[in-house]
T-cell receptor, first 111, second 113 residues
Framework: KAGVTQTPRYLIKTRGQQVTLSCSPI?????VSWYQQTPGQGLQFLFE???????NKGNFPGRFSGRQFSNSRSEMNVSTLELGDSALYLC??????????FGPGTRLTVL | GNSVTQMEGPVTLSEEAFLTINCTYT??????LFWYVQYPGEGLQLLLK?????DKGSNKGFEATYRKETTSFHLEKGSVQVSDSAVYFC????????????FGRGTSLIVHP
């Protein structure tokens, strides 16, 4: 089975812009979760989608949003980018069991 | 709320030394416990898991036992290699969708030849 894929791998944006990141889960997995990883805060949970519905949400401002499509692919959007949004954004998918499988991440740099 | 506490790093060892990375947790119910590893520039990879008390997860020479009485899931390896140098994350989660996954801060391991 192909693993979790994320696009793009690297992204550079300027403050105030918006960005959309994409994640394709492992075939058959219906749950997709997003995380933000920074040296200062570690790995922080953003949200989880299951069958196109947001099932869990972390403690992030409304500038961070996501969605999931009928084929389980997911997108994450960040509007009005701030310098502090620079991070590695990780996507993870899971199937029936509770094990999450992570993608390689998208490295976002905000200038 | 739920939490995972890992020992601070970096942990620096010589090749073939014994490794222990401590992990303790606080959670309601009966979570599954995980160890993930992250190599530089990559995402997290599942290393091992345990789903109930006294279960032992093992993979690639690494082991961890789910200790409910001490709420711990310490990672061990008998003989580390330079290629084990990475960041290790302890995590918990319960299936069913009502449990937000919780990760520790990560422990950096550096193995010298």
């Amino acid at each position: 089975k192909a693993g979790v894929t994320q696009t793009p791998r690297y992204l550079i944006k300027t403050r105030g812009q918006q960005v959309t990141l994409s994640c394709s889960p492992i075939s058959g997995h219906r749950s997709v979760s997003w995380y933000q990883q920074t040296p200062g805060q570690g790995l922080q949970f953003l949200f989880e989608y299951f069958s196109e519905t947001q099932r869990n949400k972390g403690n992030f401002p409304g500038r961070f949003s996501g969605r999931q499509f009928s084929n389980s692919r997911s997108e994450m959007n960040v509007s009005t980018l701030e310098l502090g949004d620079s991070a590695l954004y990780l996507c993870a998918s899971s199937g029936q069991a509770d094990t999450q499988y992570f993608g390689p991440g998208t490295r976002l740099t905000v200038l | 709320g739920n939490s995972v506490t890992q020992m601070e790093g970096p942990v620096t060892l010589s090749e073939e030394a014994f490794l222990t990375i401590n992990c303790t947790y606080t959670a309601t119910g009966y979570p599954s416990l995980f160890w993930y590893v992250q190599y530089p520039g990559e995402g997290l990879q599942l290393l091992l898991k345990a789903t109930k008390a006294d279960d032992k997860g093992s993979n690639k020479g690494f082991e961890a036992t789910y200790r409910k009485e001490t709420t711990s899931f310490h990672l061990e390896k008998g003989s580390v290699q330079v290629s084990d140098s990475a960041v290790y994350f302890c995590a918990l989660r319960r299936s069913g969708g009502s449990y937000i996954p919780t990760f520790g801060r990560g422990t950096s391991l550096i193995v010298h030849p």
